[in-house]
Nanobody
Framework: QVQLVESGGGLVQPGGSLRLSCAAS????????MGWYRQAPGKQRELVAR???????NYADSVKGRFTISRDNAKNAVYLQMNSLKPEDTAVYYC???????????WGQGTQVTVSS
């Protein structure tokens, strides 16, 4: 059974930082590209950062230069370091494979990130 467990969200002031973590189980983690997605209220879920199984990394333009994705295959974990946070980064953040598992039907509970003064 696939499990994705995100953690590390919270309330932070603009310009602050957070580090999100995701623990995955039930998949051969090292074989999958992994991504961090986010969904803001009233908006569609979007992919903001991706790391391939070989370590190639891509970012959405909106987070480039501020967010850093990394993975630890030994721990079946993927991380998102978020710096210089902006109010528009407020969203629920999820990790998943890219493309998402089971055609997008398998997601974790996500972790809420709120950027506000």
């Amino acid at each position: 059974q696939v499990q994705l467990v995100e953690s590390g969200g919270g309330l932070v002031q603009p310009g602050g930082s957070l580090r999100l973590s995701c623990a995955a189980s039930g998949i051969i983690f090292s074989l999958f590209p992994m991504g961090w997605y986010r969904q803001a209220p009233g908006k569609q879920r979007e992919l903001v950062a991706r790391v391939s199984s070989s370590g190639n990394i891509n970012y959405a333009d909106s987070v480039k230069g501020r967010f850093t994705i990394s993975r630890d295959n030994a721990k079946n974990a993927v991380y998102l370091q978020m710096n210089s946070l902006k109010p528009e980064d407020t969203a629920v953040y999820y990790c998943n494979t890219d493309p998402p598992l089971n055609r997008g039907r398998d997601w974790g509970q996500g972790t809420q990130v709120t950027v506000s003064s």
